[in-house]
């Protein structure tokens, strides 16, 4: 299914509770002063707990601890945007060019005051900022001061995955598939999260894979190794159901590239993901990376 972003009946719905982001992995949740006690987040198997206790900012605390950057990656027309020095779980946040407008995936963890002007700029002359969308929790950041901010007409997540968006308001539901934009479709891998999904850019030959996959890097940012993972803090690996549903979605699609929350590797390509998925279903679960030379 394809979505039309023309309207935003939603717009001026948002909460207007204030927001508070843990200090640990850096989910914001909207939230009565004087804030929350717990982290969802972190709370769950899929993270890991602080170890001296729950701390929480505001936004305005969060904008004085750190500074914002973007820069261009080595996919032409993917723009990355993030923060200094590391907050939370430190993701970053695409902004994909595409004929119909701007369209971001995942999100960096807050955006200064510099970093909405530069996304305003690009959205001035690329058509717009027409669609937000992340592929699970772990990649959402700051997505509620986009929304809030920049008033995209279409906020999406897989609809499976609505608990954990207390922050905004998700505009779409995703389902198995949908088209948000000419060449951009989400996929729903599930596994990692029920409502996991991935964003694969069929022109540029990218995959924004979340957390479904989870890339090793040498020193000199060289993929070495690929695992897939449950959990990866914990180190739970994937069911053997998971992975044939991850195996019949991602096999699928054509990519040389992919991008997780946080960096944009080439060189990971379908192939390396296949012969991984079929290498963890020939044997007991494993979350262990694998090299790329046995791939």
Same mark, same amino acid.
């Given at each position: 299914?394809?979505?039309?972003p023309?309207?935003?009946?939603y717009? #001026?719905?948002l909460?207007?509770?204030? +927001? ?11 939230? =009565?002063a004087p804030g ?5 987040v ?14 929480f900012? &505001?936004?305005?605390? +969060?904008?004085?601890? $750190? ?13 990355? !945007?993030?923060?200094?020095p590391?907050f939370?779980l430190d993701?970053?946040?695409w $902004?994909?060019?595409?004929d ?5 995936f995942?999100? +960096? =963890?807050?955006? /200064?005051?510099?970093m ?5 700029r ?6 717009g !900022? ?5 592929s ?8 509620w ?6 008033? =995209?007409?279409v906020?999406?997540? #897989?609809?499976e995955?609505?608990e954990? &968006?207390k922050? !905004? ?6 389902d ?10 989400l *996929?729903?891998?599930?596994? %990692? ?13 990218v995959?924004?894979?979340?957390d479904?996959? @989870? $890339? ?5 940012g060289?993929?070495?190794?690929l695992s897939? %993972? @449950?959990?990866? *803090? +914990?180190?739970?690996?994937?069911? *053997? #159901? ?7 979605v991602?096999g699928?699609l054509?990519f040389? /590239?992919?991008? &997780?929350?946080f960096?944009?590797v ?5 192939? %390396?993901? $296949? *012969? ?10 494993d979350a262990?990376p ?6």
């Open positions: 299914m394809s979505l039309d023309n309207t935003n009946p717009r #001026g719905l909460p207007d509770l204030p +927001a508070y982001a843990c200090t640990n992995c850096g989910h914001w949740q909207r939230w =009565p929350p006690l717990t982290c969802p972190c709370a769950d198997v899929r993270n890991a707990l602080p170890e001296h206790g729950f701390e900012v &505001t936004d305005k605390q +969060a904008d004085e601890l $750190v500074t914002g950057f973007w820069r261009p990656t080595a996919v032409d027309g993917v723009t990355e !945007f993030g923060t200094e590391r939370g993701s970053s946040g $902004v994909i060019e595409t119909s407008g701007l369209v971001g995942e999100c +960096a =963890p807050w955006y /200064t005051a510099d909405l002007a530069e996304l305003r690009m959205a001035a002359g690329k058509g !900022f027409g669609v937000l969308a992340a699970h929790v772990h990649g959402y950041g700051a997505l001061q986009l929304q809030q901010e920049l008033e =995209p007409r906020v999406c997540v #897989g609809v995955d609505l954990w &968006t922050a !905004f308001r998700v505009t779409w539901p995703a198995d598939v949908l088209v948000l934009a000419p060449d951009l479709t *996929h729903r891998t599930g596994g %990692h999260f029920p409502g996991h999904s991935v964003l694969h850019d069929s022109r540029r030959g995959l924004f894979c979340g479904s996959l @989870k $890339v090793d890097l040498d020193p000199d060289t993929p070495v190794a897939a %993972h @449950k959990a990866f *803090h +914990a180190q739970i690996p994937l069911s *053997h #159901g998971e992975l044939r549903q991850y195996l019949a991602v699928a054509d040389g /590239t992919v991008a &997780t929350p960096e944009i080439p060189g990971i390509t379908t192939d %390396h993901v $296949v *012969h991984l998925v079929r290498r963890l279903l020939a044997g007991p679960p262990a694998v090299p790329l030379e046995e791939l």
